[in-house]
């Protein structure tokens, strides 16, 4: 993977709602990079921004939510201030889009194949011969069986699981270079996730399309991303290797995170819990919008909101890895890990 | 409205059905509420209350304001017949919307007329609310195939609209007075309670379906479910602790069926089978005047038409205002 | 689909037994039918025999044994007033009701469902707020009303408005817009069907009468149709439509529209209903010569088995055309058509 161009990047992106009292910055500065074929996975908690963002990069924010400031680039194209009509030929052709309820995600009054190949016919100029022998082709590729006959038939005469499979061939029915997947699994049976996953991953590996994996299922995340940004109250907290920041998470509230997932072989006691909750849009603290919740917090925490730190591999918002900080970046690390609370702190608050 | 902030009953605190807010608390926290502040901030509805308390205002006082007295037959002068308004060339200031066929003073046939118009409007209103909530709270605490037989019957009557109903209980009672003579009631009185009966008993649908699905929801709560335990008698239950929590709904109803039932009256009195042209109401009027049409003497049937028209909808604004403002899922 | 239709079919017989029934009623209410029937000279042996002849003798429950039956035959009795069948008289007037009724359905549904989708797609657009306002003044203005302004627009003002010549160039003479508003003008026999639809005359006759019919549910299908488009907008699968990119002429009157029809096909299915019914209205303003007319003379008069009738008629109307709304379900919602097994298991 090279950094030096990458598929899409995303700088300094703002997220607002007008309100009665004010706008509410539901996505805050928020700024990475997905590269060509690979596989983002974007966690947090309901309301940490992490579905708008998908929704601003598809271009498909709700009114009154718009974009407020910040770039959108695709391909070396910036996007975010296309018209409706100009994003809406990127849309299902570059950037693709799954959402969350497969039962809700297709018109129950026409067949599967004729949503197919309207959004074939949409963005090619195939005849309907062949979109529909590609329709065809497409559900083969999701593994649903007897597509000559499926196509004909319509969606609630389909599981939730071929559901989703159909709704991947939708997403992905003219190669788009990216799919920004919002909790694709969230609402199936357990057993038909890891199915819809693998299935997910290996259409993109072989047509080499990024994804951008929206969820808040470590367990997905950890089987699917090579990345993974952590968000937290329309932040990202932390972004880096997905290994890295589950083995090895450096934010506060990343390592929190991970120690509430139950995992198997691991003779904990019993899962951490962070104390508290996410504050509400209206109720974000200045300086680090974790503070309230945070075992290392100091003063600098309330005053000034912290920058994205590149420690390792990885970027951190949290000024324990300040260059200013006393701290070694080893201390910082221990610190965090332990579950006292560390001596940097005890000085101040 | 709905949401968390509204108190919910510790588990334990069950029995508490003497709690329930008084009427009082309740005029102060309307006062207080987002119902008064929505309608603050809507200028439309602002005006339709102003026009529908001017209305309310000319009933209750028509007798004094109005200038002349339209149903006492002795003053009218034929002479004075369809006189044009005041500022046309033939008009007189003492008539200011000129007259009718039989001289009456059209500005004080109006005023009559909207006095007549709303006293039976309000009366058919409240007696369908009577019925229909009297139905409504059986159906839906009773159950069982009384609910059945009583909703099967809404349904049905509910199919056809209105205005039919309304003009076949109509026929019927008045051809029972017709052979039935003994009962001795003047033109004007039989009138009022054939209108009456005929609008009440066609509109009492939609209180019944309102009232029954919100005591369906209300019994199976545990405030009702221990009042039942503890013995209170049933209709008290009803009365004290169901009935106050169907009124919101039931107002909003009442008052979009206050401009139906106006309508409804209006229509039925055009059609010839409501108020007598002796004492007019608007739709009376509205029949008259709809002869002399075609002859050039359009005031006599445009006024009045403007005059119910207004009315009606300013009724009907404060109605679709109160219902988003009592309701907002409705946006 | 076949059980729900016999279903839906024994309900409807149910109806119609009940509307029997209160048909029935109102004849017993009103007391004795051989008053209504025979005039003051009429001996008190003359009426007994009447009374044996019409089986008033015989108990209720026969009497309305034999009501039903001649209902179902087509037999509604004489005419109290008219003394002749009322089937008959029902029967000569019922195509102009239905044309004015069919004529205004289609305006309604013609001009309400495109101003439905235009302020559903436009919900905070001038035009769409003009539009929502103008329908409620709509809703507030009873029919004989609005029948008396177009009466008064159309007829009595054009027809004394002076030419207005517009520049050098040509004049407007209003009269020549002036429209008929009495009758059904010119009209055709095919068969025992009395047509107004064939003549020009005819159909200018129709114009006024068809708007005032029409008017009400013009605006109660255009709020139906905004409400419905604003909820479906709302939905999954129209963002994932957008998702896919498709355009927004597909999305909105493919996706989106046919979704809305649902319920715009019961509620026109309950408001034809209704329109035959708001016929007695129309036709009593405009001297339109159909049933609902017929129907006010004979409550006026207390013309029982006029009145009985035309409620069993109407009943059977309504009947019919909520049958006919099921069996549309099936044409629009695949979801009905194929039974609840067929769904494939998990993938």
Known sequence: MTMASPLLQVRNLVVEFPTRRGALTAVDDVSFDIAEGEVLGVVGESGAGKSLTGAAIIGLLEPPGRVASGEIILEGRRIDTLSYEQMRRIRGKQIGAIFQDPLTSLNPLYSVGRQLTETILTHTDMTPTKARDRAIELLTEVGIPAPERRIDQYPHQFSGGMRQRVVIALALCVNPRLVVADEPTTALDVSIQAQIIALLKKLCREHGTAIMLVTHDMGVIAETADRVAVMYAGRIAEIGPVREVIKNAKHPYTHGLMGSIPAVGHDAERLEQIPGSMPRLTDIPTGCAFNRRCLHVHERCFKDRPDALPVEDSRVACWLYDSANAMSLDEAKRAVASKETGSVEQANV | ?331 | MVAFIIRRFIQSLFVMFVVALVSFAMFQFIGDPVNQMVGIETSLAERAALRERLGLNDPIYVQFWHYIVNAVSGDFGLSYQHKRPVADMLLERLPATLELSLVSALFSLIVGIPMGVYTGLNRDGFLAKLFLTISLIGISLPTFLIGILLIFVFSVMMANAPPIPVFDLFTIYPSALQLPSFGRGTTVDIGSWRTGLLTTDGLKALIMPSITLGLFQLTLIMRLVRSEMLEVLRTDYIKFARARGLANRAINFGHALKNTLVPVITITGLQVGSIIAFAIITETVFQWPGMGQMFLLAVQNVDIPIMAAYLMLIAFFFVVINLIVDMLYYVVDPRLRVDAGKVSGHG
Do not use: C
């Not at chain 2, 009953?9 to 926290?29: I, K, M, Q, Y």
């Not at chain 2, 029972?176 to 003994?182: A, L, S, V």
């Not at chain 2, 009442?254 to 055009?270: G, Y």
């Open chain 2, 1 to 331: 409205m709905a949401d968390a902030r509204m108190p919910t009953p510790a588990p334990g605190s069950v029995a508490v059905p003497t709690a329930r807010p008084g009427l009082a608390d309740g005029v102060h926290r309307f006062f207080d509420s987002d119902v008064w502040f929505s309608f603050k901030r809507s200028p439309i509805t602002i005006g339709a209350a102003a026009v529908t308390l001017l209305y309310f205002v000319m009933a209750v006082f028509g007798p004094w304001i109005a200038p002349h007295d339209p149903f006492d037959l002795a003053k009218l002068d034929l002479l004075d017949s369809l006189i044009p308004p005041a500022w046309m060339a033939d008009g007189e200031a003492r008539f200011p919307l000129g007259t009718d066929d039989q001289g009456r003073d059209l500005l004080s046939a109006i005023i009559y007329g909207s006095r007549v118009s709303l006293v039976i409007g309000f009366a058919s209103v409240l007696l369908s609310m009577v019925i229909g909530i009297g139905l409504g709270l059986i159906s839906g605490f009773v159950g069982g195939a009384i609910d059945a037989f009583i909703m099967r019957m809404a349904e049905i009557q509910l199919s056809f609209p209105a205005i039919l109903v309304a003009l076949l209980i109509n026929g019927v009672i008045i051809g029972y007075f017709k052979t039935h003579p003994e009962w001795q009631v003047d033109q004007v009185t039989l009138a009022y309670v054939v209108l009456v009966l005929s609008i009440g008993l066609s509109n009492w649908v939609q209180y019944a379906r309102t009232v029954r699905g919100s005591t369906l929801v209300e019994r199976n709560k545990e405030y009702v479910q221990a009042a039942h335990v503890i013995g209170i008698h049933p209709a008290m239950i009803m009365w004290r602790h169901i009935l106050p929590n169907v009124m919101g709904p039931v107002l909003v109803i009442a008052t979009i069926q206050l401009a139906l039932a106006v309508i409804t009256e209006a229509t039925l009195s055009f059609l010839g089978v409501g108020v007598p042209p002796t004492e007019p109401s608007l739709g009376t009027l509205i029949r008259v005047g709809n002869d002399y049409l075609f002859s050039g003497e359009w005031w006599v049937t445009i006024f009045p038409g403007a005059a119910l028209a207004i009315l009606v909808l300013a009724v009907n604004l404060l109605g679709d205002w109160l219902r988003d403002a009592l309701n907002p899922k409705l946006r």
